[in-house]
């Protein structure tokens, strides 16, 4: 049984680590004879991390279809053609079936080893586990994280945090403060949502990391106005930011991880994660329209940092998705066809249209300058009808019109189990090539660290969680795993 004194901090033993004990030894935490990969001698200085949250490989033939030039008798390729280089496999441990949910599929991503559905950086026992992100501070690189949904979500969570489920995200935030790497906070950069989370009447998170020396910015602007290479946190909605359709900024996640890069940048290198979260969202709410808006967010961010990678060939750049959600069809009912036109011109989300219907004095005017199309009588009279429904009633009918007018096919309002594709580039793309296991991914990141250039002498790593208690109790893991 594995057990940590409990101190000041308490040491969180890592599952994956070389040796059993409350720090693991100066190798890696996945040894030659766990994992052989290939690494280049010129291995990547920085590291960028890109999930693609329910993107499916449906989502990227639709959002390639969706930017399509229709005065041109060619499709032609999107950023996502021209970076391809695999598939990867998605199922979680044994325990939760051949279906994952973001939680087991972000720690095996994270960690490189698969648990439960459920789970935030900890095993199928609840052990704590490293993770690359953990791995990259101990090597001396800056560290952060990008993402559009709230900042404890799973998939960034999984990254830095401990915790048997990913529904508690207080104590998830408490962990972005608690759990620290050789003494210093796990990540220097972090930007998305999730004030409600950190600014609470019990823990005000926030102001802890504001005296530690984070800036803090609560809006774009304010973000841009932070000097170069500072530590912050960037919180700019109290849960999620909003729907890419309905955002002040149409290149949200590009703007993010700009800002991200550019407090980050140092001679050592670094490490950032990077999540367009909203895709998943779109997927399980059966709503196209945000599917190919949050798409086209993430297709800038590629693009972004495809200029980056040309001006900074050290840099290593992987996208891939947990999973794939809701079942995507491009064609549907039987028919070969998929209009994504009536998708090209929207000015809000569906969800937003539909708050607002109900109180238009002109329900068709209203509609068709949001939609961006022409509405034929039929069409305004259904919309008048559906002025009257309930807000959600509203909703489900608006992303219904756009399923029949495009002929959208949906399976599930929930994940699948298919393969994800696997995109990769700049310095060590390669070892990203072919089937491949979405633990593989965090497994190739960890060797690629320890390989990587300007890396200084081997050091011990120590996972600590600083929860500034006393005494010298045996922590149980197993039975009594936050040591609480």
């Not at 095996?108 to 992100?133: C, E, F, H, R, W």
Request: aromatic residues 10%; negative net charge; proline residues 3%.
């Amino acid at each position: 049984m594995i057990r940590c004194k409990f101190r000041k901090t308490l040491a969180l033993c890592s599952a994956i680590a070389v040796t059993v004990g409350c720090s693991s030894t100066s190798e890696s935490p996945v040894t030659d004879a766990q994992h052989s990969v290939a690494v280049s001698k010129a291995a990547p200085k920085n590291i960028i991390m890109v999930v693609s949250d329910g993107m499916g490989p449906a989502y990227t033939t639709a959002y390639r279809n969706y930017v399509d030039d229709a005065t041109t008798a060619e499709i032609e390729t999107v950023v996502f053609d021209d970076i391809l280089v695999g598939n990867a496999s998605t199922y979680p441990a044994p325990v939760s079936g051949y279906v994952t949910d973001s939680a087991a599929a972000a720690t095996a991503l994270a960690t490189g080893v698969k648990s439960y559905n459920g789970a935030i950086g900890v095993d199928v026992d609840k052990q704590p586990l490293q993770s690359v992100m953990h791995w990259a501070k101990a090597k001396g690189m800056r560290t952060g994280l990008a993402v559009t949904s709230q900042i404890v979500h799973a998939t960034p969570a999984s990254y830095i945090a401990h915790n048997e489920s990913r529904k508690n995200y207080n104590a998830i935030a408490d962990d972005f403060y608690d759990v620290r790497v050789n003494g210093e906070f796990v990540a220097d950069v972090m930007l998305g949502g999730g004030t409600s989370y950190f600014e609470r009447e019990d823990r005000d998170v926030l102001a802890q990391f504001i005296d530690a020396g984070y800036a803090y910015a609560d809006s774009y602007n304010r973000l841009a106005s932070i000097p170069t290479g500072s530590n912050v946190i960037g919180l700019f909605a109290p849960v999620a930011l909003p729907k890419v359709l309905d955002d002040k900024r149409k290149n949200r996640l590009e703007y993010l991880t700009q800002h991200a890069i550019k407090h980050l940048e140092n001679d050592n290198g670094f490490f950032l994660l990077v999540e367009a979260s909203q895709v998943d969202w779109a997927g399980h709410a059966n709503d196209i329209g945000s599917a190919m808006a949050e798409m086209h967010d993430l297709a800038q961010t590629l693009n972004y940092l495809r200029t980056y990678v040309e001006e900074n060939p050290d840099t290593l750049v992987i996208l891939t998705a947990d999973h794939s959600t809701g079942g995507l069809t491009i064609g549907a009912n039987g028919d070969y066809l998929w209009f994504p036109e009536y998708l090209r011109n929207l000015k809000a989300s569906a969800e937003t249209m539909a708050k607002a219907l109900g109180e238009q004095e002109d329900v068709g005017q209203y509609m068709a300058q949001t939609l961006g199309f022409e509405l034929n009588s039929e069409e305004l009279a259904h919309f008048a009808k559906v002025a009257s429904l309930d807000e959600e009633a509203r909703y489900g009918a608006i992303k219904a019109f756009l399923d029949s007018k495009t002929n959208t096919g949906w399976t599930s309002s929930g994940h699948t189990g298919v393969d994800v594709e696997v995109f990769a580039f700049g310095a060590g793309k390669q070892a990203f090539t072919g089937q491949i296991d979405n633990t593989d991914i965090a497994k190739k990141i960890f060797r690629f660290i320890d390989n990587r250039p300007h890396n200084g002498d081997s050091v011990d790593i120590n996972v600590e969680l600083n929860d500034g208690s006393a005494g010298s109790n045996d922590c149980d893991f197993k039975d009594d795993w936050r040591c609480q």
